[in-house]
Nanobody, 117 residues
């Protein structure tokens, strides 16, 4: 079992910045990728960014150039630096970790990010 705990989140003004962090604990030896998804009110959960092997990144088109994902494999953490935040970035952000074997995805409980003036 893997446990994911997010930190960060809260209220930020449009154009502002925020950093989310996620720490994995438990049986993390077979985790090969981590990332962030988000779910806005009334919408489906969507990918924000993922990172595999500390270098292979993937971003949603809507956040490219504004968000940066990074990880520290030695600490089993993943961070999401969010710049130039927009109102449409308002959502619950979920930390994600992928286990290679058996193939399984773990999820955090989520942290709310509200972009509003």
């Amino acid at each position: 079992q893997v446990q994911l705990v997010e930190s960060g989140g809260g209220l930020v003004q449009p154009g502002g910045t925020m950093r989310l962090s996620c720490a994995a604990s438990g049986s993390t030896f077979d985790i090969n990728g981590m990332g962030w998804y988000r779910q806005a009110p009334g919408k489906q959960r969507e990918l924000v960014a993922t990172i595999f092997g500390s270098t292979v990144t993937n971003y949603a088109e809507s956040v490219k150039g504004r968000f940066t994902i990074s990880s520290d494999n030695s600490k089993n953490t993943v961070d999401l630096q969010m710049n130039s935040l927009k109102r449409e970035d308002t959502a619950v952000y979920y930390c994600y970790a992928h286990q290679r074997w058996p193939d399984y995805d773990y999820w955090g409980k989520g942290t709310l990010v509200t972009v509003s003036s």
